[in-house]
């Protein structure tokens, strides 16, 4: 079975501070690790994905296979950062592709 | 392009009663998920459709059963509602089963049950 852990409900910065989203997970095969943000009043969008290995919006999340983390970060936040952010996993390969959420971290940055 | 729509966009239901569920999912997209996100949670896992055939399914009980026609839209059916079903009920459209490009999502259905 596969867990994903977001370990801040809320995180909360000033416009230009650095900010790291964390997420940690568990997983016995190759996962595949996501992060979908929400902004106000939108639905759901994914914003990166490890595989890729691109820089979406300022944001960057690398995968450490060892301490199981895939944290989201940004060196300068901005007031339009200011969303839910849900990361997520799914299984590599293509039977049952199902999306294993953490249960969110709402980012709020300050002007 | 159009995107994923869902339909209602919001319901009440009493206790005990059944409901559908309806996605459009996005063109060219041939797969469907969904999900169920409760209050102050993250989304869970319902089930997968891949060309009308199920194709994985998450921690849910039988009485949350769905369909795939064959333009690939989706419905989402729960029987015998209870109060904890009350939720933001979303669908996610991808272009096959293998995930190469993320998934897509609706606004989603809040649905309330008293």
């Known amino acids: 079975a596969q867990r994903v852990t977001q370990p801040e409900k809320l995180l909360s910065v000033f416009k230009g501070a650095p900010v790291e989203l964390k997420c940690n997970y568990s997983?016995?095969?190759?996962?595949?690790l996501f992060w979908y943000v929400q902004y106000s009043r939108q639905r759901l969008q994914l914003l990166l994905r490890?595989?890729s290995r691109e820089s979406i919006k300022g944001f960057t999340a690398d995968l450490n296979k060892g301490e199981t983390s895939f944290h989201l970060k940004k060196p300068f936040a901005q007031e339009e950062d200011s969303a839910m952010y849900y990361c997520?996993?799914?299984?590599?390969?293509?039977?049952?592709?199902?999306?294993?959420f953490g249960g969110g971290t709402r980012l709020m940055v300050k002007p | 392009e159009t995107g994923v729509t869902q339909s209602p966009t919001h319901l009440i239901k009493t206790r005990g009663q059944q409901v559908t569920l309806r996605c459009s999912s996005q063109?060219?997209?041939?797969?469907v998920s969904w999900y169920q996100q409760a209050l102050g949670q993250g989304p869970q896992f319902i089930f997968q459709?891949?060309?009308?055939?199920?194709?994985g399914r998450g921690n849910f009980p039988p009485r949350f059963s769905g369909l795939q026609f064959p333009n690939y839209s989706s419905e989402l059916n729960v029987n015998a509602l209870e109060l904890d079903d009350s939720a933001l009920y979303l669908c996610?459209?991808?272009?096959?089963?293998?995930?190469?490009?993320?998934?897509?999502f609706g606004s989603g259905t809040r649905l309330t049950v008293v």
């Open positions: 459709y891949y060309r009308e055939e199920e194709n």
């Open positions: 997983y016995s095969g190759s996962p595949e």
């Open positions: 490890h595989i």
């Open positions: 997520a996993l799914s299984p590599l390969g293509n039977a049952g592709n199902m999306l294993t």
């Open positions: 996610a459209s991808s272009l096959g089963r293998g995930d190469n490009y993320g998934y897509t």
């Open positions: 063109s060219g997209h041939n797969t």
